[in-house]
């Protein structure tokens, strides 16, 4: 039986909400326009990277970095029961979303690592979401947020 939330796992809901949305946009976007200029992405950035378009870039997005999210969002709210997820929680004492959080944390930040030398430049947008991506590891690691998602 999962505990009451508190501020800080409302937090981390919050981190996964607005990370996931936005992914799912930016995918969506780069899926149905794979030439990036409809979000005026030159397919110079993609000069350095083993892609040729920025379709494969856009599902991993969307899935990655958009949906997952967002399942782990509604998750750490319902404790939702999901096979798959325990299946793959390194951590067998703590609920899979938990977990899962903490696995899109490193997702986030892979993802910015790999933009950043592929495209060989920082921008303001990279250490945001760098930060990001730390910032939900963090929350998840909070000993009050474990206590909430422990068995």
């Known amino acids: 039986m999962m505990k009451q939330r508190e501020g800080r796992s409302w937090l981390l809901i919050l981190m996964h909400v607005f990370l996931g949305i936005g992914a799912i946009v930016g995918g969506s976007i780069l899926i149905i326009d794979p030439t990036g200029s409809m979000v005026n992405l030159p397919e110079s950035l993609l000069q350095n990277s083993p892609f040729s378009s920025f379709l494969l870039p856009g599902i991993l997005l969307l899935l990655v970095l958009g949906v997952m999210p967002v399942m782990i969002a509604i998750a750490l709210i319902r404790n939702a029961h ?65 206590r909430i998602y422990s068995k």
């Not at 609920?95 to 921008?123: E, H, K, N, P, R």
């Open 82 to 146: 999901w096979g798959l997820g325990e299946r793959f929680n390194l951590y067998p004492d703590r609920y899979w979303a938990w977990t899962f959080s903490l696995y899109t944390g490193f997702a986030l930040i892979i993802w910015i690592m790999a933009q950043v030398y592929w495209i060989q430049d920082v921008s303001i947008i990279h250490l945001v979401y760098f930060a990001w991506g730390v910032g939900i590891q963090v929350v998840t690691l909070l000993p009050a947020v474990q």
